[in-house]
């Protein structure tokens, strides 16, 4: 487990969560005086070639945007785990103060149908965005958006992102991403693109509509 000053810079504080790949934690940036959150890749999974790359691709992809909708990353790093003697790569974040579409959900139900159009919208907005900048999320779902105490919405968790102008990880006869919001072609093991997106936010879209998966 992380802890103390990362980096001459980054103070770690609480653990905010754990996701598939690593650990996120609340954090202050001791250079601009602010909270940042912190990523780090699971100790298990540093060895992996394939999960360092998809780590890394996710600081690489989110890094390249600044959107309202999108979650902002600051920097990346790698910092030494003191058990393992493993360099460890880390993340550091827009600290989203909130919850997951997908913790909203199974609290309240359904979203009344404008409601349900607004958060949409707004994804939709994001990934507009990235598209024009090259980046295919891969990944829409309510567990990859965030609502802030203020009622904002953000996209986040680009780790398996594809940047169109060069894309290593993506092959024939590979499925990436979640089975119940992937398109066709993604299921096929094809190339995504921007309408994968797009089919994923219908997904979501029913989803936020009906309750129901």
């Known amino acids: 487990m992380p802890s103390g000053l990362i980096n001459d810079r ?17 954090a202050i940036d001791l250079r601009l005086e602010r909270e940042v959150a912190v990523k780090f890749l699971d100790v298990a999974m540093v060895e992996s070639a394939t999960s360092r790359e998809r780590f890394t691709r996710e600081g690489r992809a989110a890094g390249r ?3 309202a909708n999108i979650v902002a990353v600051y920097d990346t790093g790698e910092w030494p785990d003191q058990a393992s003697s493993l360099m460890i790569p880390y993340i550091v974040m827009e600290l989203v103060n909130g919850q997951t579409l997908r913790d909203v959900l199974h609290r309240n139900g359904r979203f009344e149908p ?30 990859n958006i965030m609502v802030t105490d203020f009622g904002e919405i953000k996209v986040m968790d680009f780790g398996i992102a594809r940047l169109e102008a060069a894309d290593s990880l993506t092959r024939t ?20 693109d921007q309408r994968s997106d797009v089919y994923g936010t219908g997904c979501l879209l029913y989803e936020l509509l009906t309750g129901q998966t």
């Open 10 to 26: 980054y103070q770690l504080g609480e653990r905010l969560g754990r996701g598939g790949m690593g650990e996120v934690y609340r």
């Open 65 to 67: 945007l600044s959107h």
């Open 114 to 143: 404008a409601e349900a159009l607004t958060i949409v919208e707004r994804v939709l907005s994001a990934l507009d965005y990235s598209h024009a900048r090259g980046i295919i999320h891969r990944d829409i779902k309510p567990a």
């Open 173 to 192: 006869a590979s499925m990436i991403g979640s089975p119940q919001y992937l398109s066709p072609e993604q299921a096929r093991g094809e190339k995504a």
